[in-house]
């Protein structure tokens, strides 16, 4: 048996030190300390919200895992990007139930890793370690539910195959909803978009008949629109593969409609002790009345309006967009109706 370092093995235990990045030159992790409070705060996981931290605390991936990390139940909110998924990570931030990780930068290292040639091979064993050392418990009984960056989402099946007792929720915002959050970020969404079809593009992930010179002479926003047609495919086959037991599907303006059903089938899904006392709580709370990204006030009826005002200045290149790719969805016989709804 491995003798454990007792200053590894003390990080190893307190889910405070964060497993941060990895380093496959080195086949190392990057641990941070991070209390709850700035995880709260921090929009995602990322030093672009946490700050960089000049010194973390380098370990080993063999002597990390030798030396046991706890583990609490693990559960994920895979999304499309725009759809209110960071206001989901947050609302399962509940002492004593819950702690909700938003964007761990630790897994978007392994698909850069994956990006730049590693095999499924050597990435396999890293990804489930670091899933391990993401789950330790924040509280006694508590659950950890993690939502990945989108770029993840290639990685999600393996994800759900190596945890086995994990639910999932699928999330993602109507078509024409997501082309108007694209197009309402001017260039920077339309570069975003761009990035995510290279990005997808190297993981295979799209099948729509298309050659490479094609996709140089789409739009923008058609380069968008293929983008979330390939997470949209993405989500049905995992739907499929994994079963209603385990995944569930849902959109956004089904979420915003009623966040109190939404959040109670999600806490019967992840298997969460949430009471109808604790759920009003949580939907009258700054998850859903504040901007999850900018924390100014911005209830559902602010995120209506804003989803409104993108439509209508952009309402024309929207909706050519949104009949060419749901052509493009015909033609190769992908329904744009996820199977395993929330609310089936």
């Known amino acids: 048996m491995m003798t454990v370092d007792p200053a590894i093995a003390r990080i190893v235990a307190d889910p405070l030190w964060f497993p941060h990045r990895f380093d496959p030159g080195h086949d190392a992790v990057h641990f941070r300390r991070i209390d709850r409070a700035a995880q709260r705060r921090a929009t995602f996981l990322t030093d672009d919200y946490l700050g960089v931290e000049p010194k973390p605390v380098v370990v080993r991936r063999a002597d990390a895992m030798a030396a046991r990390p706890p583990q609490a139940p693990l559960h994920f909110i895979f999304h499309s990007a725009y759809c209110c998924s960071t206001l989901l990570a947050r609302a399962f931030d509940v002492d004593g139930v819950a702690m909700g990780l938003k964007e761990p930068v630790v897994l978007n290292d392994l698909i850069g890793w994956q990006h730049r040639g590693g095999t499924a091979r050597q990435i396999a064993p890293v990804l489930d370690d670091a899933l391990a050392l993401l789950a330790r418990p924040f509280g006694a009984r508590e659950a950890v539910v993690i939502k990945p960056s ?93 079963g209603p037991e385990r995944v569930r599907t849902l959109d956004s303006e089904t979420l915003m409609a009623d966040p109190r059903a939404a959040m109670t089938r999600l806490a019967g899904l992840f298997g969460l002790p949430l009471d109808a006392a604790a759920i009003d709580a949580i939907v009258a709370g700054p998850a859903f009345t504040r901007h999850s990204k900018f924390d100014g006030d911005f209830g559902a009826a602010a995120r209506a309006e804003e989803a409104r005002d993108a439509a209508v200045i952009h309402a024309e290149e929207i909706e050519k967009v949104a009949v060419w790719a749901e052509a493009v969805a015909a033609s190769t016989g992908m329904s744009l109706v996820l199977p395993a709804p929330l609310f089936g």
């Open 150 to 242: 989108n770029v993840v989402n290639g990685m999600a099946p393996a994800m759900l195959t190596m945890r086995p007792a994990a639910r999932a929720l699928l999330l993602h915002a109507p078509l024409r909803t997501y082309l108007g959050s694209i197009a309402k970020k001017g260039m920077w969404g339309r570069l975003w978009v761009r990035e995510l079809l290279v990005k997808q593009l190297r993981e295979g992930l799209h099948n729509f008949g298309f050659k490479s010179e094609d996709y140089l002479g789409q739009t923008d926003l058609q380069a968008g629109a293929i983008g979330w047609l390939a997470q949209h495919r993405l989500f049905a086959q995992m739907a499929t593969q994994f």
